[in-house]
Structure formats: structure tokens, C-alpha cells
């Protein structure tokens, strides 16, 4: 089994994932590492000529990453959701053609036995976490485009195979004490 964690940037998903991983004794954790060059590119995100380019190299990243993860993990991100939710961002139509297909190719497939949580909070909250910690990239990020990207991760959510779990995340202790709830009903369920 494993449990992925997915929202917005600056919601707390890392810090969700280490305390998941200590906390309820996930053997595993996998973290969202991006690499130095794809971080450059980020800081440049908004221009056609580097979205793609972004896109791809976290995608590439990501599926040699997927392709080592073990069982009894837990991820702070989840593949399709991320890649589609900023594909359809980021990217023109024929980009995320070819994303789609790039995915397609890779033969990803989640494993069936895993939890999904999507950490949801006010825009406000997420904004001032962002700031908090202070990357260059996100400085620009704005209420307008944390709603945008929420609204793209919703569309994709409901389109999703995956069964969902959201979870209110302006207050991290209510909020883990909900995922903690979620994860040991599916160990109940799957023992």
C-alpha cells in the first residue's frame, strides 16, 4: 500500500508526508525533489518556451522515481494528478497532448491498494505558508492563481479512477488527526 498526498504548493504536504512516515510507521517515504534545473525553470514557468521543458523534466524525474517505489510508502505527490493539474496550467493543447502521451507510454499505473488524500485550505493560509518558506519561484503566486490551479486539481479529481480523500488543511493538528482516522480505517478494512 501507499499513500499519496497531493494540493496546492505551500499546503503542507512534505510536512504531512515526514509526519505520516514517523509518526504511523510508513516504512517508506518519497518526497517531491526538484531538481536544480527544473527549479530555474519554474521561476520561468509563464513563458511558453519553458513550460514544457518544466513539465517534462519533472515528469522524467518523477517516473524514475515511481519506478523504485517499494510498498508501505508514503509520497508527498501523486503522478497523474500533479502532472495533468499543471499541464492543463501551464501548457497549450498540443503540449498536453503530448504529456498525455509521454504518460501513456510510460505504462504508469497506480497501485489500486493506496490511499489518496488531496490537502485542501484557504487561499489565504496557503499564500502566507508560501511566503513562509520563501522559495524565489513562488513569490509571484497570487490568490487568483492558487484558484486557478485549485480549480484545475478539482476538474481533474473528478475525472480521477482514484478514490479521493479530501482534507481540510488550514489547521495541520485537526487536519492530520483526519488523515490519521482515514489511514487506520483502511488498515481495518485491509487486515
Known amino acids: 500500500?501507499?499513500?499519496?498526498?497531493?494540493?496546492?504548493p505551500g499546503?503542507?504536504?512534505?510536512?504531512?508526508?515526514?509526519?505520516?512516515h514517523s509518526e504511523l510507521g510508513m516504512e517508506n517515504i518519497y518526497l517531491e525533489n526538484i531538481e536544480v534545473e527544473s527549479i530555474k525553470n519554474l521561476q520561468k514557468q509563464t513563458d511558453d518556451e519553458y513550460a514544457l521543458e518544466s513539465q517534462l523534466i519533472f515528469l522524467n524525474s518523477k517516473l524514475k522515481q515511481q519506478s523504485i517505489v517499494k510498498d508501505n510508502s508514503v509520497l508527498d505527490y501523486e503522478l497523474l494528478l500533479k502532472t495533468k493539474t499543471f499541464a492543463s496550467h501551464f501548457l497549450n493543447k498540443s503540449q498536453q497532448e503530448l504529456i498525455s502521451d509521454f504518460l501513456s507510454y510510460s505504462n504508469y499505473q497506480p497501485n489500486k491498494k493506496s490511499i489518496y488524500i488531496f490537502l485542501k485550505a484557504e487561499n489565504?493560509?496557503?499564500?502566507?505558508?508560501?511566503?513562509?518558506?520563501?522559495?524565489?519561484?513562488?513569490?509571484?503566486?497570487?490568490?487568483?492563481?492558487?484558484?486557478?490551479?485549485?480549480?484545475?486539481?478539482?476538474?481533474?479529481?473528478?475525472c480521477s479512477q482514484n478514490n479521493w480523500q479530501i482534507i481540510?488543511?488550514?489547521?495541520?493538528?485537526?487536519?492530520?488527526?483526519?488523515?490519521?482516522?482515514?489511514?487506520?480505517?483502511?488498515?481495518?478494512?485491509?487486515?
Open 11 to 20: 499546503i503542507g504536504k512534505t510536512e504531512l508526508a515526514k509526519r505520516i
Open 1 to 8: 500500500m501507499q499513500i499519496y498526498i497531493e494540493g496546492l
Open 124 to 158: 489565504l493560509i496557503v499564500l502566507e505558508r508560501i511566503k513562509k518558506r520563501g522559495r524565489k519561484y513562488e513569490r509571484n503566486y497570487s490568490i487568483d492563481f492558487l484558484e486557478s490551479l485549485e480549480n484545475y486539481y478539482n476538474e481533474h479529481i473528478k
Open 168 to 191: 481540510n488543511y488550514n489547521d495541520f493538528e485537526i487536519g492530520f488527526k483526519d488523515v490519521k482516522k482515514i489511514i487506520n480505517e483502511y488498515y481495518g478494512q485491509n487486515n
